[in-house]
C-alpha cells in the first residue's frame, strides 16, 4: 500500500486539478467514468519528453476524489523522473482506479478502463500496481496494445515486483557502502514496513545476507507467514523510534512526515514506498542535517519500470538484471554527488533526471 497520505486540508484548492497542490505543470489528466461497469478512474500524465508516459494502474478504495487525484498526480511525477535518472526512453504516467480491488474489480470494469487508455494512443502505457494483478494486465491487453507487465505465456515480462524489490536491495547496498564503508548487510538491523509483494520479496533478500529482520503490516496473517518463512520478527510497536540500522518504508507513501521524522532512529531509509517525503525539501534537509542516508525511492524503486520497459524493447531478463544491477552505481554516485554538494541525496538525484528532460527538450527544439 504506498497511498500518499496528506492532511484534508491541503487537498481542498479551488481549482480542481490546476491549483491542486501536487500538480506540477502534467501535460494531462484525464477523468475516466463509466455508469455501466461502476469504473472511475483518472490518468495522469505527468511529462512525455522522453517517451510515452509509462506507470502503473493502481486500484485503491480512496477516501474521496481528490484524495485520489493527489496520488494519480504524484505517482506519475514520480515516475518522470524514476524513468529520467534511470536512462530510460520514457515519460512519466500513473492511474488509479476508484474502489475496493477486493469486491468491485471485475473482467468488464478492466476492459472498459482499458478502452480509455487506448483512447489516449499511446501516450500513456499502463502497468501492474496496487490492487492489480499481471491477469489483470491481460485483460487490459484485450483491448489495447499499450499495457505492460503481462503474462509472460503472453509474451510479456511477468510481475515486475521480484525486480522492484532486487532494486532495491541494490540501493540498499549502496547506501550501506556509502554510510558503514562496507555493503555487507549480514547482522546489520532492517526495518521492513509492508509486506506485500515488493516488501517480502526484499525480505527474502535480506535473509539471504543475514540481516536482522523486523517486519510490520496491518495483514497479520501475511506477518505470520512471512515470519515463518524467513525468521523475520514482527514488530507490533512504534517502527520509526525502533532501535534498526535500516528503516525500509514498502508501504504507505509520505510515511516520513512532521509526526514521524523526529523518531526516527535508523541511520539509513532505503525502502520502495513511492513519495516517502511527504514534504520533499523540509524533510530532505531535515535528514541531511541528522545524518541519516536517504537512498531516494525514486531512484532505488525503479526495478518494476525497468522490467516492464523491457516488453518495449525487446530485451531478456539478463538485460533486465543488469540495469536493474546499476541502480547500485547510481545510488552511490548520487550519495557522493549530495554531499560533495551539500544538498540533499533527494534534490541530487533531481537534478540529474531534470537535466537530462532539459537536455531532451532543447534538443527537440533544434
Known amino acids: 500500500m504506498q497511498v500518499d497520505v ?20 502534467h501535460e494531462q489528466v484525464v477523468f475516466c467514468n463509466d ?16 517517451g510515452p508516459a509509462l506507470g502503473g494502474t493502481r486500484m485503491w478504495n480512496y477516501a474521496n476524489e481528490w484524495e485520489a487525484l493527489n496520488d494519480a498526480l504524484r505517482l506519475s511525477r514520480g515516475m518522470t523522473f524514476k524513468s529520467a535518472i534511470t536512462g530510460l526512453n520514457l515519460g512519466g504516467g500513473k492511474a488509479v482506479i476508484i474502489g475496493d480491488s477486493k469486491t468491485q474489480k471485475t473482467h468488464e470494469l478492466m476492459r472498459r478502463f482499458g478502452e480509455f487508455v487506448h483512447s489516449l494512443s499511446g501516450k500513456y502505457i499502463t502497468a501492474e500496481d496496487i490492487g492489480m494483478e499481471t491477469r489483470d494486465m491481460d485483460t487490459v491487453r484485450e483491448v489495447t496494445p499499450y499495457v505492460t507487465g503481462i503474462s509472460e505465456s503472453k509474451g510479456g515480462a511477468g510481475n515486475p515486483s521480484p525486480i522492484t524489490a532486487y532494486g532495491v536491495f541494490m540501493g540498499m547496498k549502496a547506501a550501506a557502502k556509502y554510510k558503514y564503508g562496507s555493503d555487507d548487510l ?4 532492517v526495518m521492513v514496513q509492508g509486506i506485500g509483494h515488493v516488501g517480502e520479496a526484499l525480505v527474502e533478500h535480506l535473509s539471504n545476507e543475514g540481516a536482522q529482520i523486523f517486519i510490520s503490516d496491518i495483514n497479520l496473517p501475511k506477518l505470520e507467514e512471512v515470519s515463518k518463512k524467513y525468521g523475520a520478527k514482527i514488530y507490533t510497536d512504534d517502527i520509526y523510534s525502533a532501535d534498526v540500522d535500516i528503516y525500509a518504508p514498502c508501504a504507505l507513501g509520505a510515511s516520513i512526515n ?36 536517504y537512498a531516494p525511492d ?27 544491477e546499476n541502480i547500485y552505481n547510481t545510488t552511490l554516485e548520487i550519495l557522493k554527488m549530495a554531499e ?3 544538498i540533499t541525496s533527494h534534490n541530487a538525484a533531481l537534478k540529474i533526471a531534470q537535466q537530462r528532460i532539459d537536455d531532451r527538450k532543447k534538443k527537440n527544439l533544434n
Open 298 to 324: 525514486f531512484l532505488i524503486n525503479a526495478g518494476g519500470i525497468i522490467n516492464v520497459y523491457a516488453e518495449l524493447e525487446g530485451y531478456d531478463k539478463k538485460e533486465i538484471i543488469r540495469k536493474t
Open 6 to 25: 496528506l492532511n484534508a486540508n491541503e487537498l481542498k484548492k479551488t481549482a480542481p486539478v490546476f491549483g491542486q497542490l501536487s500538480f506540477d505543470d
Open 258 to 293: 512532521d509526526e514521524t521524522i523526529g523518531r526516527i532512529k535508523a541511520s539509513i531509509i532505503a525502502g520502495a514506498a513511492n513519495n516517502q517525503l511527504a514534504d520533499e525539501v523540509r524533510h530532505g534537509n531535515i535528514l541531511k542535517d541528522k545524518g541519516i542516508v
Open 186 to 189: 549480514e547482522g546489520k538491523k
Open 35 to 50: 455508469k455501466d461497469t461502476g469504473l472511475k478512474a483518472i490518468i495522469s500524465i505527468h511529462s512525455t519528453v522522453l
Open 340 to 342: 560533495s554538494s551539500g
